[in-house]
């Protein structure tokens, strides 16, 4: 499932700021509802979006009832490098589901997985880890499986920063999801992740209820407990792979609604995009450009960038975004601040 | 997809109206946001549930986030008898496929669709049901779709009332959908029939709106149109039968939330006022019974009303309602007026 979206393209684009934008939004206003911006055409054109469609009277106005926007999760609004941070949850699960089925303790995946070799990790092939995902994240309840993630969300630790996942949401973006809900717009996730599994934070880290959360959805299955409760149990079956073309597709299982914005980072995300794009009036779309190593990383390939299994960003993806008037983010250039903890 | 909810099971419920509970809810109140309804324990038990609900700092008091009641379509919020109203509209969809394939003319069932003998499509297996859903309901885009059935719903009429089919909601049903939501919960409709089907009408039908209808799911499929803009094909791809045990499965998969009330009826609404009741807190269960030939109609086989392969209220459902405390709603009895049309 995750697997699918591990080819992505990056883009740089530079954006020259030019002084005359950065006053025209009035630098140091005070109620700047994107602080964490730097002025230039990037914030300029999401400040004059959310001006054109929520002025009623207007030719490019939108009814508040139609006011959706989504967000790509993994490397759109928190970091994924330099692995998945689901994927991450999937390798340490690992232990405690060759516990339950010691035979797998000398099969592969499982095998290398145990063995703790990084390296050897980190060359498994897409297969092998699917093979992995789907161990990990079926055969529980639906509680059962909420309960685990949120247990394992409190303790692990991205090493980089030695700090909780959910800390490692961009600021940006967590400020551009609550202007677009001050503004009338309803936020969502449209992620190649598990669904069952954003939602178990997304409400507390975004803002965004479980209902808002589109994902790659698994099966789950109606039957009942030892006790005769009723229970859904997770189904190593795939009903929606909430990548590529599976993203438009989601959002019309999930939504019904065509988006007004999107925003995305990858290869996987240039189909939401282009639905969104292809819809009349004003459409904003965007793509999170990782060119700051710095302060978080840098990879692409495209612009010279290093190229990466995580997140990639083609230079086909480089040249539609161009073609088609998609806006790109340089976390280096319109970035002013990439993490809350940051001083 | 409809065809799997034919097995409903009906109960009567005879609900002695204590003249007290009358007075208690305070019968010539202006304000009475169930006027539709005769007093009694059914309107009883739902005004206490929304006060208990939404009284902040009493014991069942429901975050508004939380607040979740899921509705039954067919027969819960509106008319399917003879048949089902999406099955009328694949029916009467039959010719334009046949134009289009006319290999189709002498194949059954497409054959005795077009003869028009109206015995013998009321015969049809549930196999050659399913193959007439199919084959009108896939292979054109979403938007086309949408425009269809918007068109077949401004010419075709109910032939027993000679009115659109979206006039033949039920009035006290409706009037409960705005209680709830002027009490701040989310109305959801969790339904047999086709979710993109249903989604048409809703909004503008039961104020709800896309993104909170749950039907049976067809696969779409992302793809580029001759002029080269993305659109979504509808594929004869099942991707949830949102029946039986599909309902709890749909409202996990679209909702995330186990809602606190429930409303159906029949033996396909079964699972979800099961998987409603298992949650902790205040929960509402309740189901329509079709007790009213002279307004409505009547079906069973429960109670000794008439067998009915749509909308089947079985004995099993009669006597697993009694057991975990569901209500039943008597048309006969509960409610003062069925349709917004009668004087």
Redesign the interface.
Known sequence: MLARFSRFLTLVVVLAVAPSAGRALGQPNTTDPLPSWNDGPVKNAILTFVRETTQPGTAKFVPA?DRVVTFDQDGTLWVEHPMYTQVVYCLDRVPAVVKQKPELKDVEPFKTVLSGDEEAIAKLPMKDLEEILAATLTGMT?EEFKADVKAWLRTARHRRWNRPYTELTYQPMLELLTYFRSSGFKTYIVTGGG??FV?VYA?KVYGI???Q?VGT?G?????YGRDG??E?TKEPKL??NDN???K??GI??????RPYAAFGNSTGDR?ML??TG?GDGARLMMLVLHDDATREYAYGPAQGLPDSKVGTFTLGLYDEAKQRGWSVISIKNDWKRVFAFEK
Chains 1, 2 share one sequence.
């Open positions: 009832e639906t669904q069952d939602r409400e209820p479980p209902e959360v959805m099966g789950v299955k109606y039957g409760r009723p859904l009903l929606l590529n073309g599976g438009p597709e019309h299982l999930m939504i019904g609604r189909e282009e639905y292809a």
